[in-house]
């Protein structure tokens, strides 16, 4: 038996064995200890960037072609075949070589701000934003099914089991309040997106770093309420018995340093359950903030209480929070296969005002600066519908060519743009940015560096972009 | 070859055999230089025999010698063995998952016979709950789930006669080179030696093959799919079986590990006549059929009928009673209309407040069985003797034959390369020749037999990695880290063993053992390596073994989420010892299930005992993970997992003091108490002691905790301090 020093070097020609050294350290780490407090602040790899992300997803493909990009020229071909575009591959040849006719959208479309980017009359107020937006346009993912592209855009992988970008901002951050988790989520009031929890999932990342859900009614987070009939000073009573017992049991023990950090685990629970449900009481916010957001409004009020919340999570140093507007299948999904009107007209009333609002609120308390504030959702749709003529009320499909996102806040070159899509808006415009880009340009802007945020696992050193990311460099100001 | 002939030709004399000979020694050496090259873990685990090691006292077994060996190398020694209170906790909670009842330690802690260990070794080794313990390990393994994942997250309901299937082997103590072949190749077993039909599968041996199938899956699409779904199975059963990360090689050739691309495709070419069954009628997200699978297992098929039975009784008692109630509401309603309401204007109806109409019981009642009627088709479906399986292509002239594996460029479904055949990790047997797969004599299947020749080579005995691989797993589980300490990947990554001749040792032990899995558990929980104090006693252990890799004391851990939740329920007293059947649906806080369901297959949830089945039972819902195991870092599968977690977090603390299944149970653990030790509160706290912690309080827990004692009230105060302690969850 050859002897392991031996075999190292032998198998290892070429590869710098100190830094493999370095990594086989960090996974025995990871194999033999829980570390004792994996959410203590880290420093970030790049000084002077974001503290926060809030990462807003519309579930089901919001249509590009009807919010942010106005393509006068789909209007001329209006229930027409798409004209040829003889180098179309993949997916999108599937769906043109089925009968289609374009669909002109159906909304105006007027330019703001000094950087005159055009909206659609859907989004007036997110309009009055736009001099604080980055756009990238013609962004792809892998598959364009709504399962696999939501993993894409949440995890960087179209397959299940990667880390969500949360979980990664957080692996590499810390949190800055321990008596609030890290990483929030807070879903749809009317249930859950498509792939459910996985959306924030930790996948091969410890499991401290999944994202917590904040529940909408009842108890935010779950287990914050004491047991029934027992009263803080009983309960603060039974945690010292604990305490002690557990003292006792750690002494006799000195290796363990988890048993330690278990105990203060108990004291940190004993604090949470203080600080948390002030966190999200609303009703502590005056009035005209409960306006601003559009709580007093059936429309707004869901996805409005969740960007208030978001605002608070920011305000009390959560790191990372994500919001979901949407659930998988059906009428509150922004995947309008018909009447895309109509469809359309609803998400983005239900939108528009509330992130508007989190925006600007977020500028007046100075907070905007330090908090990234992303859209995204999962894929684009087609200025066609698959239908051999024009329906009553057409719809678009599915677009992994096409999805449209913005950043605002932190280090984002307010008014810059990346990326084209064609005159169609049904691909980009040259060679693609991929999401992978985008999540290497997130990863940027919160000051870490997509090569160096790593964890390995199953025979290889994980990151968000897997073969890694280009960052959009126009967008970083 | 070319040299020597030329070298015959030139010297034909005797001269010529000499020099003939030397350069054959030398082909030899160079043959086997490139073998060196493929050092471990590729080359057959050698012969090796434990070290000597004088004095030999302490020594229980061949572990020991390689582990003080180690020990004293580094000036190290081992601890001293631990008490007899906390082996019994640990090796019961090591093999069955459970804690040690009052009375088995103290009948053990008096008995001081030598034999008495062996004897609670052979006795949790033979009980049945051993098998359901470490089952969940192999389910981990399996990316075990209840639903495919993805949009919709459809059920897989038949998956669970899998879960049971797994713990059949475990207690059945199954060898694993069978466990492995039915697994990979349960359709391949019967000989084919004549021209007549196919012989049918055992549907033991369908159920096996589950395991091919539980990847997450999502709406196909075409050809991209067969190539991700095969890949996956190559991928899965490289790194499940042999412990190498193959599927990194979809794409590029391994960056740290010999194996190319090709290896990849070649292996994936095993699998090139996988055939799924078409979807069935009503499976909206195309997930593919099932195979028939009779319920084998003594009983199964009388308790399936009976509880199809119930259901379908359910079904009519709530048709009639929705047929009364309707008739009821029709005939006090003003209008003539002859119609029957809906089910909604009937609910309005029921559901109105102070009714004179009906009873709270029949509303009750109406509500209950609708419940339990929405998820009544799932449940039958889950009752119907089939497997979540798959078999091979019939070939031509019904199905398609054998396809032609290419490399794919880039791991692209679309972006064929060389074409390859199929045949083994060159890694492993130093050549890229195709396999041979032995079809039967007529050449009447051409499609089978390739997963068996697969499954073969890797349960063979002179497969440099599988008994490896699998005593390394079982060693991590008893030990808390393996020899090797990524479980599924021994490649360059893993930093190799600590203990090369040990793992070797081992490896060799388990196949003269005929691969018995319980005799490797026997092995190591018997070692005195094992028995050691979970504390160091040498001066010098952190600087020269920090992470106690050399196991000079005995590694204390937290236990999974799944033991700290029988735990519970064991102590309360609670716990429903039933086995095996379908999967089930504990009662979940704040109303989540209903706000992750997808449509009515979902979380069905049920009250009462059948709930509080061991956690292995539980319903595996791959987009809604339970809170309660999610905080202790139990996670539904996606993909295989080799190792959990071991976090600690507020949640856990929160999980524990605040949440339902404590605040549910404590109450009952106070029951047990005043039933089982009186009125007496010095009484009481002892047993609450030996039930939670498997010892006796000492002074300062006496003084801390009796106050508590002697109330009602406080008792389940105390029930819940001790079920939040450090010690209930960690193992010492």
Not at chain 1, 197 to 222: E, F, K, M
Not at chain 2, 36 to 50: F, K, M, R
């Amino acid at each position: 038996m050859m002897h392991r020093r031996r075999f190292l070097t032998q198998t290892w020609n070429g590869i710098g064995a100190l830094g493999l050294a370095g990594m086989l350290a960090e996974e025995s780490t990871q194999a033999s200890k829980a570390t004792a407090n994996p959410l203590t602040p880290q420093q970030p790899h790049l000084p002077g960037q974001a503290k926060h992300c809030i990462f807003l997803f519309m579930q089901g493909g919001v249509s590009q072609m009807d919010a942010f990009e106005h393509k006068p020229m789909l209007q001329q071909w209006h229930g027409k075949p798409i004209p040829g575009s003889p180098s179309v591959r993949g997916e999108l040849q599937g769906r043109l070589s089925f009968p289609h006719v374009c669909v002109g959208s159906p909304f105006s479309f007027q330019q703001h701000g000094d950087s005159g980017r055009w909206f659609s009359e859907l989004f007036p107020h997110m309009a009055s934003q736009s001099d604080r937006m980055a756009f990238i346009h013609g962004i792809k993912t892998d598959n364009q099914n709504h399962g696999p592209s939501t993993y894409h855009v949440t995890t960087g992988s179209q397959f299940p089991g990667s880390p969500s970008v949360g979980s990664w901002i957080q692996y590499g951050l810390g949190t800055l309040n321990q008596n609030m988790p890290g990483y929030v989520v807070v879903q749809d009031p009317r249930g859950a997106p498509c792939n459910g929890a996985a959306v924030w999932a930790n996948g091969y990342l410890p499991a401290v770093h999944q994202g917590t859900l904040l529940r909408d009614h009842g108890s935010p987070i779950l287990n914050l309420q004491r047991p029934e009939g027992i009263t803080l000073s009983q309960q603060r009573e039974e945690f010292d018995a604990i305490r002690a017992l557990n003292q006792r049991h750690a002494q006799a023990r000195p290796i363990d340093t988890e048993l330690e950090a278990r105990i203060q685990a108990y004291e940190l629970a004993f604090r949470m359950q203080q600080a948390a449900p002030e966190a999200v009481d609303l009703s502590a916010e005056p009035e005209s903030m409960q306006k601003l957001y559009g709580l007093d409004r059936d429309e707004t009020r869901g996805f409005g209480r969740q960007c208030l919340l978001a605002r608070r999570m920011v305000e009390r140093g959560v790191r990372f929070t994500l919001l979901v507007h949407g659930v998988q299948i059906g009428a509150h999904s922004w995947d309008d296969h018909s009447n895309v009107e109509a469809g359309m007209r609803k998400h983005s009333q239900e939108v528009d005002q509330p992130v508007s609002a989190l925006l600007e609120d977020l500028h007046q308390r100075g907070l905007l600066e330090d908090t990234l504030v992303v859209w995204a959702s999962e894929m684009g749709r087609t200025p066609f519908v698959n239908s051999p003529s024009l329906p009553k009320n057409p719809g678009r499909e599915h677009n992994s060519y096409g999805l449209c996102m913005w950043m605002a806040g932190g280090r984002v070159r307010a008014g810059a743009t990346a990326g084209e899509t064609d005159p169609f808006s049904l691909r980009s415009v040259g060679e693609p940015i991929h999401i992978r880009d985008v999540h290497a340009t997130i990863l940027h802007l919160m000051g870490l560096e997509d090569e160096r945020l790593t964890f390995q696992h199953a025979g290889r050193i994980r990151k968000l972009t897997d073969i890694g990311g280009h960052i959009l460099h126009s967008l970083i100001a | 070859m070319k040299l020597s002939h030329a070298l015959h030709d030139r010297l034909p004399t005797s001269m010529a055999w000499a020099r003939l000979c030397v350069v054959s020694v030398l082909m030899v050496a160079l043959v086997s230089g490139v073998q060196a090259s493929q050092a471990w873990p590729y080359t057959a685990p050698a012969e090796i025999s434990p070290p000597e090691i004088s004095p030999s006292e302490g020594l229980s077994n061949g572990i020991d010698a390689f582990i003080v060996d180690a020990l004293e190398k580094k000036g190290l020694k081992p601890s001293p063995r631990a008490s007899k209170a906390t082996l019994i906790r640990r090796v019961t909670f090591d093999l069955i998952g459970l804690p040690p009842t009052p009375e088995a330690v103290n009948a053990f802690v008096q008995d001081e016979r030598a034999e008495a260990y062996g004897e609670l070794v052979e006795k949790l080794l033979k009980d049945p709950r051993y098998g359901e313990r470490w089952a969940k390990f192999w389910l981990d393994l399996a990316r075990y789930a209840d639903t495919a994942g993805y949009e919709g997250d459809p059920d897989l309901p038949h998956a669970w006669r899998y879960r049971d299937y797994v713990i059949d082997a475990f207690n059945e103590d199954k060898p694993y080179d069978l466990f492995i072949k039915e697994q990979i190749a349960g359709d391949e077993f019967a000989e084919i030696m004549g021209a007549g039909e196919l012989p049918l599968v055992e549907p033991e041996k369908n159920v096996a093959l589950t395991f091919l199938r539980l990847a997450p899956f999502t709406e196909p699409r075409g050809d991209e799919t067969r190539h991700e779904m095969l890949s996956e199975m190559t991928s899965t059963v490289s790194s499940v079986f042999l412990g190498l990360t193959v599927g990194c090689a979809k794409c590029h050739d391994h960056k740290y590990d010999q194996i190319p691309t090709r290896d990849f495709y070649r292996m994936k070419a095993f699998f090139n006549t996988v055939q799924l069954m078409p979807p069935d009628r009503g499976d909206a997200y195309q997930i593919g059929g099932s195979l028939p699978a009779a319920f084998y297992r003594e009983g199964e098929e009388a308790w399936a009928a009976s509880r199809r039975e119930e259901i379908q009784l359910q079904k009519k008692t709530f048709e009639a009673l929705k047929q009364r109630l309707s008739a009821r509401m029709q005939s006090e309603a003003t209008t003539e209309d002859s119609e029957a309401p809906s089910e909604s204007d009937l609910e309005t109806w029921i559901d109105q407040e102070n009714p004179s109409h009906l009873t709270a019981e029949e509303r009750e009642k109406y509500h209950h069985l609708k419940h339990l009627n929405r998820f009544a088709s799932q449940q039958l479906k889950r009752l119907e003797p089939r497997a979540m399986s798959l078999r091979h292509s019939f070939g031509p002239p019904y199905e398609p034959g054998v396809p032609v594996t290419h490399v794919m460029i880039r791991g692209e479904y679309d972006q064929p390369g060389d074409p390859v055949q199929a045949g083994f990790l060159s890694c492993l047997t130093g050549h890229e020749e195709a396999a041979s797969i032995r079809l039967d004599p007529f050449k009447r299947w051409p499609t089978r037999s390739r997963r068996m020749a697969l499954a073969e080579w890797i349960a063979s005995p002179e497969n440099p990695m599988t008994a490896r691989v699998l005593v390394n797993r079982l060693w991590m589980h008893h030990f808390g880290r393996g020899l090797v300490s990524t479980p599924s990947d021994f490649g360059v990554l893993s930093g190799g063993p600590s203990h090369p001749e040990l793992l070797d040792w081992l490896a060799r032990q388990f196949i003269d053992e005929k691969w018995s899995i319980k005799a490797m558990h026997r092995l190591m929980v018997l070692s005195s390596t094992y028995q050691q104090a979970s504390e160091p006693t040498h001066p010098n252990v952190m600087e020269q073994d920090p992470d106690n890799r050399l196991l000079s004391y005995y590694n204390r851990r937290r236990l999974e989420a799944e033991a700290v939740r029988d735990s519970i329920l064991s102590v309360s007293g609670r716990l429903n010892p039933e086995r095996h059947g379908l999967p089930i649906f504990p009662p979940l806080p704040d109303g989540i299930e209903e706000r992750v369901k997808y449509s009515n297959s979902k979380w069905a949830t049920t009250h009462g005992p059948e709930a509080r089945k061991r956690s292995l039972y539980i319903y595996q819902q791959r987009t809604l993970t339970m809170p309660f195991l999610q905080a202790f870092d139990g996670l539904v599968c996606e993909d295989s997992m080799p190792r959990r977690a071991l976090s600690v977090t507020p949640l856990q603390a929160l999980e524990m003091y605040n949440g339902q299944l404590v605040e549910e149970e404590a109450p009952h653990f106070a029951a047990r108490l005043r039933r089982e030790a009186g009125d007496d509160p010095n009484q009481r706290l002892e047993h609450a002691f030996q039930v939670a912690l498997a010892r006796g309080p000492d002074a300062m827990e006496k003084e801390t905790l009796l106050p508590f004692a002697q109330t009602d009230g406080g008792l389940e105060r105390l029930a819940r301090i001790l079920m939040n302690l450090n010690e209930f969850v960690y193992i010492d």
